[in-house]
């Protein structure tokens, strides 16, 4: 099967193109543009690249959520227009859960990190102890980062902590957690669509997808101008 998978949800933009068990491409962009500017040049390319034909695409796999509500808008639409052309469904993969899978096979727990802002975080723990198919010990919710190393320090166990979290979070982390703790390398820190299109190849063999006009991202929260308006409504 073929699968284009994009990741949207951060700072960083993602594509790339799975056959089978291969990745035959994978582009990261993590610099001062806008995914609007990015993502489609970065598809344009990559299917160039590998010489893909896209009506040889079984399925679309998008980091669905949660993360930067702008830019899971603009995955969203950007992935729902190329699905509905070509009628294809789309897999929804969790962002947490696509981060977690770059440390796939770790003896550590994997703790992603995404800053959700306001002192909060958008993170899970997951135990990849039986090799590929982790045990989920906390699934994607928002956390306050005392919170969470409050937890973590409870279950007690050493930890490798990934994301675009860890850069605001750094020091906070040092100080409160007790337990053994690393920081993943910067090849490892950040959202790869590589890691969103394996984790859509085993949701799609689960039956995990929808249709085009069936997607929406999940964003966990709402965003900060919805807050604001409810607040002045109050």
Do not use: W
Request: glycine share 8%; with cysteine; charged share 25%.
């Amino acid at each position: 099967m073929k699968i284009l998978a994009v990741d949207s949800s951060g700072l960083v933009a993602s594509v790339a193109i799975l056959e089978d068990d291969s990745i035959l491409a994978e582009y990261m962009v993590n610099y001062k543009k806008t995914h609007s500017e990015t993502l489609m040049p970065m598809i344009d390319e990559i299917v160039k690249m590998t010489n893909t034909d896209l009506k040889t695409l079984d399925a679309i796999a998008i980091a669905g959520g949660p993360g930067s509500f702008t830019g899971l808008r603009i995955g969203s639409a950007t992935v729902k227009g190329i699905a509905q052309f070509l009628n294809i469904p789309i897999i929804s993969v969790p962002t947490v859960d696509a981060l977690s899978y770059n440390f796939c096979g770790s003896d550590r727990l994997v703790v992603p990190i995404m800053d959700a802002r306001r002192n909060q975080t958008y993170t899970g723990i997951f135990d990849f102890h039986d090799g590929n198919d982790p045990e989920v010990l906390m699934e994607q919710c928002p956390m306050s980062v005392e919170d969470l190393a409050g937890h973590l320090n409870e279950i007690g166990r050493p930890i490798v902590l990934l994301g675009d979290g860890v850069a605001r979070f750094r020091e906070t982390l040092d100080e409160l957690l007790t337990v053994d703790h690393i920081y993943a390398p910067a090849h490892m820190s950040r959202q790869r669509a590589g890691a969103v299109a394996v984790l859509g190849a085993k949701y799609y063999a689960e039956g995990k997808y929808t249709s085009a006009e069936e997607h929406e991202p999940e964003y966990l929260r709402k965003s900060q101008a919805e807050r604001e308006r409810e607040a002045q409504n109050a």
